[in-house]
């Protein structure tokens, strides 16, 4: 288990910039979530993935944020046109998931922080 | 909707101190509750969790016990060490959207030697 991995560790960009972020969850897990954290604060969720099928996007979402989990392993979370606002850390969680009720607890990575000049 | 309110800090402790940090919660089922830790530039780590009213979770020395009467989950620790310096976040799932954590604010903690 060598646990959820996170890339970059940090992303410094100008407004208006496209970026990527990268996720690698524990390996058998199905599920994956992506987080954001903002300073003082407690996570606030984003949006989740069992296997590859997107199930759920808060409305925190906005759409210029897109996220992709191709073959139901890694993810990707990309901003597109970013804001000052986005500044933030984005964390990414995994978990196994049995059915209704079942799910195990999330298992979180280092996060990647992001900053807007 | 789901939320965790959660008693501000910081807290600064010396160490061997005896330490709570309160938690409660606002939910309209039986929610699973959690307390993650998140050490210095490093991400959450799940400390301890309790799935159903009455039970305990423990772990590390941590211990925090379900209050439904109460809608409590509050974290002790009877002797901190200054290793357990960090922001402790007190959260629930609900059993039905249980794809989702809903975390509280946090709250820092200092322990001095």
């Known amino acids: 288990d060598t646990g959820v991995s996170q890339d970059p560790r940090h992303k410094i960009t100008k407004r208006g910039q496209n970026v990527t972020f990268r996720c690698d969850p524990i390996s058998e897990h199905n599920r994956l979530y992506w987080y954001r954290q903002t300073l003082g604060q407690g996570p606030e969720f984003l949006t989740y993935f069992q296997n590859e099928a997107q199930l759920e996007k808060s409305r925190l979402l906005s759409d210029r944020f897109s996220a992709e989990r191709p073959k139901g392993s890694f993810s990707t979370l990309e901003i597109q046109r970013t804001e000052q606002g986005d500044s933030a850390m984005y964390l990414c969680?995994?978990?196994?998931?049995?059915?209704?009720?079942?799910?195990?607890?999330?298992?979180f990575g280092d996060g990647t922080r992001l900053s807007i000049l | 909707g789901d939320s965790v309110t959660q008693m501000e800090g910081p807290v600064t402790l010396s160490e061997e101190a005896f330490l709570t940090i309160n938690c409660t919660y606002t939910?309209?089922?039986?929610?699973?509750l959690f307390w993650y830790v998140q050490y210095p530039g490093e991400g959450l780590q799940l400390l301890l969790k309790a799935t159903k009213a009455d039970d305990k979770g423990s772990n590390k020395g941590f211990e925090a016990t379900y209050r439904k009467e109460t809608t409590s989950f509050h974290l002790e620790k009877g002797s901190v060490q200054v290793s357990d310096s960090a922001v402790y976040f007190c959260a629930l799932s609900d059993p039905v959207n249980d794809y989702k954590l809903s975390f509280g604010a946090g709250t820092t903690v200092t322990v001095r030697a």
């Open positions: 939910a309209t089922g039986y929610p699973s």
């Open positions: 969680a995994s978990s196994l998931n049995y059915g209704q009720g079942s799910n195990q607890p999330q298992h």
